[in-house]
């Protein structure tokens, strides 16, 4: 097995030093369980291949957003890559302090922004033209002046899922290469916009090293430019998207991304920020979940779960792999298997087609690799209340999120007024 901190203790899957039978009786499922050293240690990995250069690791709040995560980031001198209004909340309630935040995402609100200039984020990552002149207008009437970079597009194929690529040249994200100077030079002439750096974020699960090479070589040249222009460029956001492995993927490890880039990056004097997400609490987390009946078909069995869909989408959506473990080896012959969710959707898988130990009613698995866009993106489609989540530290263990309840569910809903 590939994670360190989930292992097989006597045939029993632990994480770190506890069973994970054991949480999954003591909390029910679907349970989503992370490991805190695990998160810890990629953290500390990032921040350390960057020492020796100013630079500040901004977890990408997305990827999971449970605010005992965050915590334990931000302990260690996270910051914090927000998309939302939402996530500065959240990044702020556990402790990042806002000057520690850059915000990126192409639909940030007006009211979005206002929170984020009150906050006094420390910068503002542009996707479009309109949005600085929003943003520029926003912080006149706060009477503030509001620090952005500009994302850069850099049309480098990250040879990644077409869902998770975003530096082509036709994606929604980022700002062409061709009109970047322009887009400056605007930025330049606006009142309440001090322009600080350059941005780019080219996609998620890259597995080599040569895209962001690439994109962050463009990244230099552009702040190269600017500089020449007569721009302060104080930090260089290389964005987020070094991948994990799920199956067979073998990406550079992170000690290779960050030397990686400090080789672009030689003799470069300003900040430099990184966005990763996945690859901090991908493989810090599994989704454990319990066998609720299996049945034949065509030459294969289906093990229906009681996770589904809503509370991993990453198999539905991108179809992606997850590996699956039986917690507790039962030494049976493998089978063709396909672990299917409750939703009432054809889409609704966790695994396809997997050969795997047969499963059986009561049957406690693990889905691994869970720790990223897992809880994050879950729903409560089917009316099926959110997962719990426990973070597990050594022998010791804590509920980080209770199981969302019915009274969760119809929160905030009424009856209207006319019938
Ligand atoms: C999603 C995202 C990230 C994080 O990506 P990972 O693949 O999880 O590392 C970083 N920066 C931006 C702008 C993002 O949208």
Redesign the pocket.
Known sequence: MMMSEFRRIGGELHCEGTPLETLARRFGTPLYVYSESSIRKNFKRFDKSFEGSDHLI?F?V??NSNRAVLRSLGDLGAGA?V?SGGEIYRASLAGIDPVRMVY??VGKSIAEMEQAVEAKILMF?IESFSELKVLDEVAGRAGKRARISL?INPDVDPRTHPY?A?GLKNSK?GIRIESVLEGYERARGLKNIDVVGV?C?I????SSIDPFVEAVTRVKEVASTLRDRGFDIRYLDL?????ITYDRESPPPIEEFGSAMRAVLKGERAKIIV??????V?NAGVLLTRVLYTKKAEGKRFAIADAGMNDLMRPSIYGSFHAIEQVVEKGREPEMTDVVGPVCESGDFLAKDREMPALRAGDLIAVMSAG??GFSMASTYNSRPLAAEVMVKGDRHALVRQRGSYEDLVRGERDPEFS
Do not use: M, W
């Open positions: 901004c990408a997305k990827a890559d998309v990126s995402g990552n994302r998770v975003t994200f941005d974020h996609g998620s699960q890259l964005g987020g998207g070094l991948g966005e990763p997400g996945r690859s901090i991908g990223a866009y």
